[in-house]
Every structure is written in structure tokens, then in C-alpha cells.
């Protein structure tokens, strides 16, 4: 198995001494200013990372609104501008350079009218797929955590046909275990239901914890470490034949260390 954690768990050179993988977590990177990459900042980053032998995956710009979400890089892939679509093709052209294993897309996000938002972004996906394509990199769509209003993608099934509508061979699925349980209300059956309907999909894993609930902090999206909610983590076990990076999406060393723990066990079931 090939483990990884986001960038913001910690330095590059504490994660590459427990794991074998970095997503490089590019809104939070700071490498953004006004909306433009500051190449000078992105280099040093990558000087440092190529001290070290480890695999990498980016997280591309996406919708937030949270106070703690940089606004000059908001990406809403079913409204794109000239500004957006430039953002993701950052990371896409990063992606190519570093021979990163996936580059993790947020799907849109929707008003009254939700037919009419999907249809805009499976648009804008076929644009930014064709982009994928001719760089040699894979998309993956990740699954967003139903607890919170206005996202498209939350269940599998809309996220498949998104898939599916693009018709891309260089777009598949990020499956986020976090928001699938929260999706599920931390139900086990339905997650491993929800996990299998996605296996022929995925190339790309987050794996976080939460309690399985909607809270008012963050709608529940806790971003806990691996053992440290309700998710029975068995249910990897469902992703038959999966190859890639489980990526940990947490907040420190000490969560990664326990994650790690976790994951090896879980996945030493099967």
C-alpha cells in the first residue's frame, strides 16, 4: 500500500519520514497571491521536495466558504471563468512536472435549479479532462460530504453519472471515506454500499475521521485522525484491486502517526 498525507499535516520532511506520499494542498500552500501563482515561493517548495524520495498528488483550488479558505482561489467547477479554469490548469501542469498519481477536483455547486448546475459542470470537466489528457494526468472527482447544503456529488450515484457524462479516460473518482460517512449518517452498511459502488472508479483515497454526524463546526467535516471517529476502516477492503495512494487528510504529525496505525491494520484484514 502507498500512504500519504496533505501537505498542511506537517512539513515535508516530517511526512516523508513516516509516509511515502505528499499531496501538495495547493490553495493552502501559499504559493497564491491575488489570484496569481508565485512561482519564485512554488519553487523553494519544490527544492525541498525533491530532497526527498516521496510519490505526490496535488489538491487542486475548490469552493469554500469558510474564513479560513483563501478567497482569491475559490473554483466552483460548475461556474468557471477564465480566472478558474487557469487555477486548474496550474495544477494540472504541476501535476505533469512532478509525474503526480492524481490531481483531486471538488465537484460544482448548485442553486434552484440543480439539473442546469450539473449539466455546467460536466461541461466545464470535459474542458478541463481534454486539458488532463493531453499532460498525461488523471483527474479524480471526489465524492463532497452530504451534511452540507449545495454541494453536487455527495451521493455515489451522481457522482458515477458525473463520471460517467464526462466519458473521459483521464477522469475518475477521488473517494473521500470522511465524507462518505457523513453521507451515510455513519452507517457501516451503507459506507461499504456507497465504497462499492465507487471500486471501479477510484484512483485516488482521502481518509479522515469524523462522528458520522452534521455539527455546527464545519457540518460535521472534522478531518479527524483514522481511528478517531466512528468509521470502521475495514471498508477500504471494498476497493477491489486498488492500487494507488490513501492519502490522509489531517492536521498533524501526531494524527498521521495514528492514521498510519490504522490503515495497516484495516487493510491487513483483507
Avoid at 512539513?11 to 500552500?29: D, G, N
Avoid at 527544492?47 to 526527498?52: G, N, P, R
Avoid at 478531518?223 to 466512528?230: F, K
Wanted: proline fraction near 3%.
Amino acid at each position: 500500500m502507498i500512504l500519504g498525507a496533505s501537505s498542511f499535516a506537517g512539513k515535508i520532511s516530517e511526512i516523508a519520514s513516516e509516509l511515502q506520499s505528499v499531496e501538495l494542498y495547493m490553495p493552502k500552500l501559499d504559493v497564491y497571491k491575488s489570484s496569481i501563482l508565485q512561482k519564485d515561493i512554488l519553487e523553494f517548495i519544490l527544492d525541498e521536495l525533491s530532497m526527498f524520495d516521496l510519490q505526490t498528488s496535488l489538491h487542486a483550488p475548490y469552493f469554500a466558504d469558510v474564513p479560513t479558505y483563501p478567497k482569491d482561489v475559490v473554483v466552483d467547477t460548475a461556474s468557471m471563468g477564465e480566472r478558474e479554469f487557469r487555477l486548474i490548469r496550474e495544477s494540472i501542469e504541476l501535476a505533469a512536472r512532478l509525474d503526480s498519481k492524481a490531481i483531486v477536483l471538488h465537484p460544482g455547486r448548485f442553486d434552484n435549479d440543480h439539473e442546469a448546475c450539473f449539466n455546467k459542470m460536466i461541461s466545464n470537466l470535459k474542458v478541463l479532462a481534454a486539458d488532463a489528457e493531453d499532460s498525461g494526468v488523471m483527474l479524480g472527482l471526489e465524492n463532497k460530504e452530504g451534511t452540507s447544503t449545495g454541494n453536487l456529488c455527495c451521493n455515489a450515484h451522481e457522482l458515477l453519472l458525473a463520471v460517467k457524462e464526462v466519458n473521459s479516460d483521464n477522469l475518475g473518482v477521488t473517494f473521500d471515506i470522511g465524507h462518505a460517512n457523513l453521507t451515510c449518517g455513519g452507517d457501516s452498511t451503507k459506507l461499504r454500499e456507497f465504497a462499492r459502488t465507487l471500486a471501479p472508479y477510484v484512483i485516488h483515497v482521502h481518509v479522515h475521521d469524523n462522528g458520522g454526524v452534521w455539527t455546527n463546526e464545519y457540518d460535521g467535516d472534522e478531518h479527524l485522525a483514522p481511528g478517531s471517529g466512528t468509521i470502521d476502516y475495514s471498508v477500504l477492503n471494498e476497493l477491489k484491486g486498488y492500487k494507488g495512494i490513501y492519502n490522509m487528510e489531517v492536521f498533524s504529525i501526531e494524527d498521521v502517526r495514528l492514521g498510519k496505525e490504522t490503515i495497516k491494520k484495516a487493510l491487513s484484514t483483507c
